[in-house]
């Protein structure tokens, strides 16, 4: 099966960085073992909706010239542009039978509404500076992820659309990522959340997520941030095994839907 891993605002595919860094941390790989065919290719990071789908359009198109099915794992914005692909783009999107989203803030990210506000937003203490900078630098972008109340690019006939969500639950101070604090703030207004998507738009209004994880917006895709980021570091070198799992179980029931 051919699998495209398109990744969220700041992310970046497989190849960019060194030692085997991924966006999607050991995912290409474990999918590879199970004798997937997987491309995880580079957006803009920072970059419009439209600019972004269009350059995964022309990435897969490059990478699979032809008319071969396709699925799609996105998390965060990737989920966004992979939606925008299927709506908009003929030559592509026709192509991707299935897409799962994992989350993705389809009705939008009380963050992005807290950037584009400034101080006037309740959370806007509570977002990361480095983050926060790096945000505030590139607006354009933010515009595309605040939130709404319809779908930008509503599902289409002849996919199955399949959305995960995430929750960052209360834990002890020592296990607690960096996101707690903008989850709790988040969860005031929003309620579940992983500390960026509220799970309420992380998922289609009309049905249920076909998982709920519990983890936040970076172990999402394999990057935890507890003890002080000393989980990451470890993760860099190996992937937790529980994460990898999360992505071979979403292959396999992609799988399990195109054999029905």
Not at 20 to 36: R, T
Not at 91 to 99: D, W
Not at 164 to 193: H, Y
Request: charged letters at 20%.
């Amino acid at each position: 099966m051919k699998i495209v891993l398109a990744h969220g605002i700041l992310g970046f595919g497989s190849g960019l960085l060194p030692f085997g860094i991924n966006y999607f941390n050991g995912v290409k790989a474990i999918l590879e073992q199970y004798g997937h065919d997987v491309f995880a290719p580079t957006v803009t990071p920072l970059g419009s909706l439209d600019v972004r789908s269009e350059q995964l359009a022309r990435q897969i198109e490059a990478h699979w010239p032809g008319d071969s099915e396709l699925a799609v794992i996105a998390h965060s914005m990737g989920g966004l542009d992979a939606r925008r692909v299927i709506h908009r783009d003929p030559s592509v999107g026709k192509r991707i039978k299935n897409l799962v989203t994992i989350a993705t803030p389809h009705f939008g990210s009380p963050v992005a509404d807290a950037v584009l506000k400034g101080e006037s937003s309740n959370i806007f203490a509570h977002i990361p500076r480095w983050l926060l900078a790096t945000l505030m630098n590139h607006a354009g972008a933010m515009s595309d992820l605040t939130t709404r109340q319809e779908l930008q690019d509503p599902d289409c006939d002849g996919v199955t659309y399949m959305e995960v969500t995430c929750d960052r639950k209360e834990e002890g101070w020592l296990e607690a990522s960096p996101l707690f604090g903008l989850a709790r703030a988040i969860g005031e207004l929003c309620g579940p959340n992983d500390g960026m998507v509220p799970c309420k738009s992380a998922c289609h209004a009309s049905r249920k997520p076909i998982e709920e994880w519990c983890a936040d917006h970076g172990e999402a895709i394999g990057w935890p941030s507890r003890y002080a980021g000393l989980a990451g570091m470890a993760a860099a070198w190996s992937p937790p095994d529980h994460h990898l799992q999360r992505y071979v179980a979403l292959a396999e029931r992609i799988s399990a839907l195109r054999s029905d």
